[in-house]
């Protein structure tokens, strides 16, 4: 572990340090959300500052450790033996899934829990997110059982009231600490804070009631989606634990790179070559679009790096039918880098015949660099 100086764990989950336990898990299950990797994968602090807030999350979603923490400080916790125990994870995948993941059950009380978000990257074309599409995702999800639909008894075994806890689902606990005794809660490790057990455990999930399946679904991707965009889908995530609701779904949008366009928020650009004579005469010019080729004006005297602007053509907005960007095409005059005889007279007879009046320009220099150098 780092030895910098750890920050002040209501500060890292942005609570008041009278926040109730909802309040503290639901600001960490907000942050650990932004912070997943699959989601987040541009921001290289994000492991950390997920680590740092799952640290903060042990110590304030732990009454004896928040109350050491609050009179104490983070010595406090040291000499008492707490170290957030991060090291045994692979990932912060692994870290994420320990937290959202059945293990996250495990280490919270009983009762409904609410199923783990999941996040899955769908790749989709500029075309399809210029127009919308309908994609299938497959992805991995904890589900109820298919055989004993979540309750974990083998069909047709009776669910019996649990010795260990007397159908509490918890049990009393003393921990020793430098401060004393505390008595306090924990889930009963029989029933898993449910209360009640199977007689016989389910032969499919071991009496877990959840179990990961592979599931394919068809996710509307709205016309107009920006790459990194995020498409969230409520109720579609990991499965609830004991008649919790489930997590939701989060697609993360990658749009793969085109080699005909560039995106720029709404608009697309593209470059057009233009032989230097054309640009000199004019001319009409086909550019292409996401529907099809379109002509494009090239005004006698076009510079290099000049923008021609095909309104409407680029990408539609996201949510507001009917407005598009527009398409914004930069000409590249190509001189030609070969001529044969013929040709080479035709040019020399052509710079022979220039006179400063062909070549003026409005321009300063500050000017033409801008449009060179776009
Ligand atoms: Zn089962
Ligand atoms: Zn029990």
């Not at 983070?74 to 707490?82: I, P, T």
């Not at 919270?108 to 997110?129: F, H, K, N, W």
């Not at 499919?204 to 996710?219: A, N």
């Not at 010019?285 to 005297?301: F, K, N, T």
């Amino acid at each position: 572990m780092a030895s910098t100086r750890p920050r002040d764990p209501y500060e890292v989950l942005g609570v008041s340090r009278d926040a109730g336990d909802a309040e503290i898990k639901k600001a960490f299950r907000r942050l650990a959300r932004e912070l997943h990797p699959d989601v987040n994968k541009h921001d290289p602090g994000a492991e950390e500052k997920f680590k740092e807030a799952a640290e903060a999350y042990e110590i304030l979603s732990d009454a004896e450790r928040r109350a050491t923490y609050d009179r104490y400080g983070h010595d406090g916790l040291r000499s008492g033996g707490f170290s957030p125990n991060f090291e045994g994870f692979g990932s912060i995948t692994d870290l994420f899934d320990a937290f959202f993941g059945s293990a996250f059950g495990a280490a919270a009380r009983s009762g409904p829990m609410q199923g783990g978000d999941i996040a899955v990257t769908a790749q989709v074309t500029l075309e399809q997110a210029a127009a919308g599409a309908e994609i299938e995702l497959s992805f991995e999800a904890i589900d109820a059982c298919e055989r004993c639909h979540g309750n974990g008894a083998e069909p047709g075994t009776p669910i019996v009231t649990c010795d260990r806890c007397g159908g509490a689902g918890v049990l009393q606990a003393v921990s020793r600490s430098p401060f004393g005794q505390v008595m306090r809660q924990v889930p009963c490790d029989v029933c898993g804070g449910d209360g009640r057990i199977a007689e016989q455990p389910c032969s499919r999930c071991d009496g877990r009631g959840r179990e990961v399946r592979r599931r394919t679904l068809r996710v509307d991707v709205p016309a107009g989606i920006a790459d990194g965009q995020r498409i969230r889908l409520s109720g579609r995530g990991h499965a609830g634990e004991r008649g919790g609701p489930p997590g939701d779904l989060y697609v993360l949008v990658d749009v793969a790179p085109d080699d005909r366009f560039v995106r720029d928020g709404d608009d697309l650009v593209t470059a057009l070559d233009v032989p230097a004579p054309l640009a000199a005469l004019g001319t009409t010019l086909r550019a292409p679009s996401l529907d099809g080729e379109v002509d494009v004006e090239i005004e006698p005297g076009t510079q290099p790096g000049t923008i021609v602007t095909v309104s409407g053509k680029g990408m539609p907005r996201l949510r507001r039918p009917g407005r598009s960007g527009n398409l914004r095409v930069v000409v590249n005059v190509v001189i030609p880098r070969k001529l044969d005889k013929e040709q080479r007279r035709l040019a020399q007879e052509l710079a022979d015949s220039m006179t400063e009046d062909n070549l003026r320009v409005e321009e300063s220099l500050f000017g033409k660099l801008k449009r060179l150098l776009g």
